[in-house]
């Protein structure tokens, strides 16, 4: 079965600091994984995704993620971090074959952010 | 960049009643829709996949008869919650897919925070 784990409820880091999300997956294949960010009460927004190529991807408001299939890890980091980047991170991973349904997304459970100044 | 849009943003109805939440996209085109619960602290559960035209596809342990999905158009989807009751209460987020998003593939609306008293 298919399976997004990320493994901190929270993570804590100061202003400035880098800071690292963490996201492990299982999927047979290669999949397609992406990062969204959740400011309170509001939809989910799109951050960065990985398809094929380069295991670092660049994606928006200065994050980046490293792709590691060996360890089968997709970890979102920042070089320093931003009291404005307090949110909700959710790591999601989606089959890539083209079946029914394919496009659907299995979202981990998410990690609260907390940048404190 | 693609807009979706959900109405309304917050609801508050009485148990036993029903209610409708609306998901739009403004500038693009969705050939499928999807429909998300999520509860606090929890990650997002995918309830259905709604494709315009035909009947929606429904999760494990999703009740059809209990959350009905329309996809009229192209650009709109609706979720109903028949006979609403205190266990129902929710953040609904909707996304819809865009064949020509590139990167982004699906977006996400802002959510619906449903309360059933």
């Known amino acids: 079965a298919q399976s997004v784990a990320q493994p901190e409820d929270q993570v804590n880091v100061a202003e400035g600091n880098p800071l690292t999300v963490k996201c492990t997956y299982s999927?047979?294949?290669?999949?397609?994984l992406f990062w969204y960010v959740q400011y309170p009460n509001r939809g989910l927004q799109f951050l960065l995704k990985y398809i094929t190529g380069d295991n670092l991807v660049k994606g928006s408001y200065g994050f980046e993620a490293e792709f590691n299939k060996s360890q089968t890890s997709f970890h979102l980091k920042k070089p320093s971090a931003l009291v404005s980047d307090s949110a909700l991170y959710f790591c999601a991973v989606r089959d890539p074959r083209h079946t029914s349904g394919t496009y659907k997304y299995i979202f981990g459970t998410g990690t609260r952010l907390k940048v404190l100044a | 960049g693609a807009v979706v849009s959900q109405h309304p943003s917050r609801v508050i109805c009485k148990s036993g009643t029903s209610v409708k939440i609306e998901c739009r996209s403004l500038d693009f085109q969705a050939t499928t829709m999807f429909w998300y619960r999520q509860f606090p602290k929890q990650s997002l559960m995918l309830m259905a996949t709604s494709n315009e035209g035909s009947k929606a596809t429904y999760e494990q342990g999703v009740e059809k008869d209990k959350f009905l999905i329309n996809h009229a158009s192209l650009t709109l989807s609706t979720l109903t919650v028949t006979s609403a009751h205190p266990e129902d209460s929710s953040f609904y987020i909707c996304?819809?897919?865009?064949?020509?998003?590139?990167?982004?593939?699906?977006?996400f609306g802002p959510g619906t925070r449903l309360t059933v008293l």
């Open positions: 996304s819809a897919r865009d064949p020509w998003g590139g990167l982004r593939e699906q977006f």
């Open positions: 999927v047979s294949g290669n999949p397609y």
